[in-house]
């Protein structure tokens, strides 16, 4: 998510001409971008890191739902 924000950002400081970014070459923001696509769409999933972020969210998941189970039990 950085790498997007900071695509993002240098896309803006270009496009509106802020300090040294003025001379930045488009280039160098289409590398950028061209990494991102890459690192998300194939490295990530090459080093499971997708996987394991789907596993901590259902484990979140999962520790809320026996948390609220344990709260009505002791209600009821």
Do not use: Y
């Not at 496009?15 to 001379?23: I, S």
């Not at 890191?49 to 009505?72: G, S, T, Y």
């Amino acid at each position: 998510m950085p790498l997007i924000l900071l695509i993002a950002a240098l896309c803006g400081l270009r496009l509106f001409e802020v300090w040294r970014f003025a001379d930045l070459s488009w280039w160098v923001i289409g590398g950028l971008m061209v990494f991102a696509f890459i690192w998300f769409e194939f490295i990530e999933k090459l080093l499971g890191l997708d996987k394991k972020k789907a596993h901590e969210v259902l484990q979140r998941h999962r520790a809320a739902r026996v948390k609220q189970a344990f709260v009505k039990r002791r209600r009821g």
